[in-house]
């Protein structure tokens, strides 16, 4: 048969790649402790001896990648600070896709608030909004599930999905003695970066939605040279329910605001 190969057989080969690759990780392990010290080997020990009571003990067979996630996850976790967050493969082609301001979902921007999440504002003609979503909400079940403590991350997997497919919302409201339901149609969600318009017929108007998109500060350069055209004296910048973004994004802005100094520092620990 000319289409065959000589050499192990598939399976054979993915076993001893399997092989490689941890040997590899223990050798690249060994090198790291070297480096810090015999503390750090210590340190690990803990670590160790779970994944290896899991892997021995557990009723059922555990990928090694699941226990390495949720190792991460954990210390990730421990840190106890709201903007720091582990990101696995496919949330991150998630935020990529929000980056690019478009995706499948409500139309809602979403914050923590005492363990709670909390609408920060709904997008404009989005479905969010066409049923009735308010600011200060708090969604207290998605799809009948309990949203508390459930991270950013979680949330927005649970929100987000096929246009046309429907996700149910409990929401908590603040003048309101029972909770809301509601049953949203999920829809291609265009996310702006800027919204303009014009008061009075000499006061310009610009407000930033987010600074999760590249093009932001560039999108503002625009609007800025639309209403200096039209000779407006005056001009309102609305930053009410900016969720915040990219660093870069901002500096940018503020950049067209300002003439000198520094506009902002990073200083490491």
Request: hydrophobic fraction near 40%.
């Amino acid at each position: 048969d000319e289409h065959k190969k000589e050499g192990f057989p598939l399976k054979r080969n993915k076993r001893f790649l399997v092989i490689i690759i941890i040997l590899s990780s223990i050798i690249g392990l060994f090198l790291f402790a070297r480096v810090q010290g015999d503390d750090f080997l210590s340190e690990l020990g803990p670590l160790i001896a779970a994944y290896r009571a899991i892997q021995n003990e557990y009723i059922e067979e555990v990928e090694p990648s699941q226990l390495m996630e949720g190792a991460i996850k954990g210390m990730i976790e421990s840190l106890e600070d709201p903007y720091s967050h582990w990101m696995n493969a496919e949330v991150y082609q998630e935020m990529k896709q929000e980056k690019e301001g478009e995706f499948g979902g409500v139309g809602i921007q979403i914050t923590i608030e005492d363990d709670f999440l909390t609408i920060i504002s709904p997008l404009e003609g989005t479905p969010a909004s066409k049923v009735g979503l308010e600011p200060k909400d708090r969604i207290i079940k998605i799809n009948e599930e309990s949203a508390e403590k459930i991270t950013l991350t979680e949330a927005m997997r649970k929100l987000r999905g096929e246009p046309g497919t429907e996700v149910k919302m409990t929401i908590q409201r603040r003048e309101e003695e029972n909770p809301l339901e509601f049953t949203i149609t999920r829809a291609i969600i265009k996310f702006p970066n800027i919204k303009e318009k014009t008061f009075k017929e000499n006061i310009g108007y610009i407000k930033i939605v987010g600074f999760t998109n590249e093009n932001t500060a560039e999108d503002l350069r625009k609007a800025l040279i639309k209403l200096k055209a039209m000779q407006r004296e005056a001009l309102i910048l609305d930053l009410r329910y900016n969720p915040g973004g990219l660093l870069t994004q901002a500096v940018e802005v503020a950049d067209e605001f300002l003439s000198s100094g520094v506009i902002v520092s990073i200083k490491g620990r």
